[in-house]
């Protein structure tokens, strides 16, 4: 029976962006965006809620965007959340096979799956994604489940990703009462790497860095396999803070001054002489010294980079070799590609989205990363579910009842 295109939708409810992107997985695996629906956020802070009503009308607007771009009538989506309450931690899990047996089972297998996936964690907090890195047989590394072969001691290592239980569970009441449905529940950098890494890259080592306008999320993948993952509360609303509190500027014209006139390259040429912006009829309307202006954004820059380095584990910069990729707004800024490699002293890269075609020009906005890669998460995602359960080496799927 040939294969048939299917639609999937992912949703990011930003700090500064709601954003619904509709895509059709074709059958030969490429993905074309049908639509986009993007509208500036209200009601969310730090990545999480704390207007509901107007959170709501900015879903709703996102929504009707989408709609009429696609011409496709939405009824479920693959959602986004993020939040500095949001943890990954990597756990292993280890099962010695009962004396008589030397062949490894399928319940011996979630034996292990099961002791690595008990981490404890605070009360308040929920699983979101139990990801399988890889198995172990007998201190030796298997890249698929080690079922069929012989040993004695077996092994799950798994990366555990858990939040607030109350947080994540508003973001979905959020949803469902637009009304649309939640297919699944997906931590942000995980679902940005889908768009951002592709297999080789994800061997060769990488970090996926999204700057978000409340939060900063972070994905490293080393051999593979997913090592670490993170968010810290600090975002490009954070510069634009920075820059109101120094001028006295309002924030929307904080907000124009840092795009279209801030540097952060580090070059003292670009800090010479008046940062200007103009009003409607093209006269000077603010005047700030642009040394003072990039000064501040970079250091705040500076801070947010900094903070995630230092989430990084013990010699994992020292393993990547396919680079670190940025996503977000911010990582368009001037000169911010030196400012990073100065941090992090590895290549510095904004990816595109693979085998993605569509009218939307703005598929390849780094803006839109992240709902995109929950298109591809998706994707994958379906692919594993037709794959044999020895073959899995799943993306990791929410397995706290959403209460449906």
């Known amino acids: 029976m040939a294969r048939r295109s299917k639609i999937h939708v992912g949703l990011e409810i930003g700090t500064s962006k709601t954003c619904m992107v509709v895509g059709e997985v074709k059958p030969d695996s490429g993905v074309k965006i049908l639509g986009i629906g993007l509208t500036k956020s209200t009601g969310i802070r730090k990545g999480e809620i704390y207007d509901y009503a107007q959170a709501r009308i900015c879903l709703k607007d996102a929504l009707t965007r989408a709609e009429d771009a696609s011409d496709v009538e939405i009824g479920s989506v693959y959602l986004a959340v993020t939040g500095s309450h949001i943890r990954g931690v990597n756990h292993r899990g280890t099962y010695r096979l009962p004396d008589g047996e030397q062949s490894v089972t399928e319940e011996h297998i979630e034996e292990a799956r099961t002791i690595a996936r008990d981490v404890q964690i605070p009360a308040d907090h929920v699983y979101l994604h139990p990801i399988v890195r890889n198995y172990w047989l007998d ?34 009441k959020l949803v469902r009462e637009i009304p649309l449905e939640v297919d699944d529940v997906v931590f942000s950098p995980i679902a940005t790497a889908q768009m951002a890494l592709d297999r080789d890259q994800r ?6 860095i999204d700057i978000g306008g409340g939060t900063t999320d972070y994905a490293l993948y080393l051999g593979g396999v997913i090592a ?16 109101h509190l120094v001028t006295g500027l309002p924030f929307s014209k904080a907000e124009r001054l840092k795009i279209e006139q801030g540097n952060v390259s580090m070059d003292p040429a670009h800090s010479i002489g008046i940062a200007k912006l103009n009003d409607e009829s093209g006269f000077a309307e603010v005047e700030v010294s642009r040394d003072m202006l990039n000064e501040v954004i970079r250091q705040r820059l500076e801070e947010t980079m900094r903070l995630v380095k230092a989430q990084l584990p013990v010699g994992a910069l020292d393993a990547i070799a396919a680079g670190i990729y940025f996503t977000g707004g ?22 595109e989205a693979p085998m993605m075609s569509g009218s939307q020009a703005s598929f390849k906005d780094p803006h839109v990363a992240t709902a995109i890669g929950l298109i591809r998460y998706a994707q994958i995602l379906e692919t594993e579910k037709q794959r044999p359960p020895s073959m899995m080496r799943r993306l990791g799927r929410i397995f706290w009842p959403l209460g449906k």
Not at 203 to 208: D, I, K, N, S, Y
Not at 330 to 351: C, E, K, N, V, W
């Open 330 to 351: 911010t990582s368009l800024m001037r000169g911010f590609s030196q400012l990073a490699y100065h941090i992090f002293r590895r290549d510095i890269y904004q990816p």
């Open 139 to 172: 201190g030796l590394e298997q890249s698929t489940s080690p079922i069929g072969l012989f040993g004695k001691t077996v092994e799950a290592d798994f990366h555990i990703v858990h939040g607030m239980g109350n947080r994540i569970q508003n973001s979905i």
């Open 203 to 208: 061997e060769r080592g990488a970090l996926v």
């Open 228 to 243: 670490a993952s993170g968010c810290i509360p600090v975002g490009g609303d954070h510069i634009t803070n920075d820059i």
